[in-house]
């Protein structure tokens, strides 16, 4: 059910992207960061890891990084940090180090939304240009 999924996100943002542009970058990211959330380790099988590491690469293009918020609010969210913990402390516990997850766990730090809750700090922490892909790319 998970890889059928995230298949047809896939299929939708590739065949007809139209279709779903409305929805915030963020919130599909923060869709697909709860898949690390389920079952402890179903990230790790074959299918379900191919699906995520595909959808990281179409997401981590420049034009859709040009999209990225995830300051805006996410539709069904309380909050981004307490899920983003959840995430955190999954990877702790389950990842093995795993650099897919890891990759995704990049992306909002790339905002520096976990460090802070007010725009005026973290201000001394650089900003990449650079999509965590490359990270991505240098483990693989």
């Not at 007809?16 to 079952?39: H, Q, S, T, W, Y």
């Not at 965590?132 to 483990?139: D, K, P």
Request: proline fraction near 5%.
């Amino acid at each position: 059910m998970v890889t059928t999924t995230l298949q047809t996100l896939f299929l939708l943002e590739r065949l007809r992207p139209n279709a779903i542009r409305e929805l915030p970058l963020g919130a599909k990211l923060a869709r697909l960061l709860c898949v690390f959330l389920i079952d402890g380790e179903l990230f790790l099988e074959k299918d379900v890891h191919n699906a995520l590491s595909v959808l990281l690469r179409l997401y981590c293009t420049s034009e859709m990084q040009d999209r990225l918020d995830f300051s805006s609010p996410i539709p069904g969210l309380v909050s981004f940090y307490d899920l983003y913990s959840s995430v955190a402390a999954q990877f702790a516990a389950v990842s093995y180090g795993d650099p897919l997850f890891s990759s995704y766990l990049i992306l909002p730090l790339q905002q520096r939304l976990v460090f802070c809750s007010d725009a005026a700090c973290g201000t001394n922490i650089p900003q990449s240009s650079e999509c965590s892909l490359s990270l991505f790319n240098r483990w693989a």
